[in-house]
């Protein structure tokens, strides 16, 4: 009997993975262990290994596509096998496009948590996420969490019986201004642009949907502030210059990293998350530092970074860099972060406003190095020079005020980098 190639569930969250590369054609004989394909799942490029020994008889799932998990791939068999015969009827073969698919029933614009009524709605993030995606209705759904709270099984259960979470388009209450995208049901409203000559297009898969995804939720669920302050690292830099003629070199970004973990430890209110109606207040500082590739932006995290000395910490920051750039990270490497810090430095940019990595509630942007004329006590005109930090972070869970004094211990510790390394 022929046998499955099912896409694999490769980390707890992950729900679907995209097609992208057959290593193997239609024909080709295939030894167990031997990947036959690369799929990639929230953000990282996996391959799938052949369980059995065979052929390939039929791919299901072309590249590019989206497949949930344990949805069928291809299969492997004896040749001349029929695929068919060898049990068709014990399973459902998805569609291998997304276009292939039946049109679903048009969805209904999704209102905000609070019913025309003025009644709210408890519902999780994750279950307002999903319910986002798919395009369901949640303010109708009875929810099964603790206190009626809507979550994700709720949102599954409604998806297969979309008549109970389908109902006539509500108004949205005139005090509420629905996001644009938000309005067609979906992140991703077509649009119908005109195309002119010389334009092309790629569809919308693999790590640029994951980021896209990810950052859509982030502007829509978050209220985010961002609060920039100067620091003056002359001598920041002098220190820097003077360690590398020792033979001891650091990035600009090493002593950054070490600053923030030194003062996130200082101020543990930074480190947050918000589930629901629950703060939770993380133990740990675990750095997510990101790491810009051709493809998107990935993010992996230095583990208890404030306990590591900025040796250890620059090894760890480089290492994770280099295999995050050569698809080379473990599922476990680019989740569980509590801070994030974006550098774009290294680009000459001055100022900008990241977006929050979820579930963290802050991120901190650091801009470039520049010179600045600064008259000193005496009178005198020297040159200085200066960096920007930009730190974008969730008001529901962080004031102004909180978000300043962090910003300025960081400020200190990067204006007087001795402090960095007691």
């Keep these: 009997m022929a046998t499955e190639i099912k896409m694999p569930q490769l980390g707890l969250t992950m729900e679907e993975g995209t097609v992208e590369r057959w290593l193997k054609s239609v024909g080709d004989e295939i030894k167990a262990g031997e990947p036959i394909l690369e799929i990639t799942t929230d953000k990282l490029t996996n391959e799938v290994e052949a369980e059995t020994d065979g052929v390939l008889l039929k791919i299901v799932a072309d590249e590019g596509s989206d497949v949930p998990v344990q949805g069928i791939l291809g299969y492997i068999g004896q040749p001349g096998e029929n695929i068919d015969a060898a049990g068709a009827s014990e399973v459902k073969v998805p569609a291998a496009a997304p276009a292939a698919e039946a049109p679903k029933p048009e969805a209904s614009v999704i209102t905000p948590a609070v019913t025309e009524t003025g009644k709210k709605v408890r519902i999780s993030p994750l279950a307002r996420k999903i319910a986002m995606q798919k395009g369901i209705d949640y303010t109708v759904l009875k929810g099964t969490g603790p206190g009626g709270r809507i979550i994700k099984r709720d949102i599954l259960a409604a998806e297969s019986a979309p008549a109970a979470a389908v109902k006539e388009a509500p108004k949205a209450p005139s005090s509420e201004v629905a996001p644009k995208a938000q309005a067609s049901g979906s992140m991703f409203p077509v649009k119908n642009l005109e195309l002119m000559d010389g334009d092309t297009t790629e569809k919308l898969s693999g790590m640029r949907k994951v980021v896209a995804q990810r950052m859509y939720t982030s502007a829509v669920e978050i209220p985010a502030v961002t609060q920039t302050v100067k620091a003056d690292v002359t001598k920041l830099m002098a220190l820097r210059q003077k360690l590398k003629e020792e033979g001891r070199h650091f990035a600009v970004n090493d002593w950054i990293l070490k600053a923030v973990a030194k003062a996130l430890r200082k101020h543990p209110e930074m480190l947050v998350s918000l589930d629901g109606e629950t703060i939770i207040h993380r133990a740990h500082v675990n750095l997510g530092m990101a790491v810009a590739l051709d493809a998107g932006l990935i993010v992996p995290v230095i583990r208890d970074a404030d306990t590591l000395g900025l040796e250890a910490l620059s090894a760890k920051a480089k290492d994770l860099a280099n295999r995050a750039r050569s698809n080379q990270l473990g599922s476990d490497e680019y989740k569980g972060s509590t801070f994030t810090v974006s550098n774009l430095g290294m680009f000459g940019v001055e100022s900008f406003s990241p977006i ?38 969730d008001h529901r869970l962080v004031d102004g005020a909180v978000a300043a004094k962090f910003e300025m211990t960081i400020r200190d510790l990067l204006e007087n980098p001795m402090d960095i390394l007691l």
């Design 356 to 393: 929050i990595n979820q579930p963290d509630a802050a991120i901190l942007g650091v801009c470039c190095t520049e010179d600045e004329l600064v008259m000193e006590d005496d009178g005198t005109i020297t040159k200085h020079q200066v960096m920007r930090i930009s730190l974008t972070f």
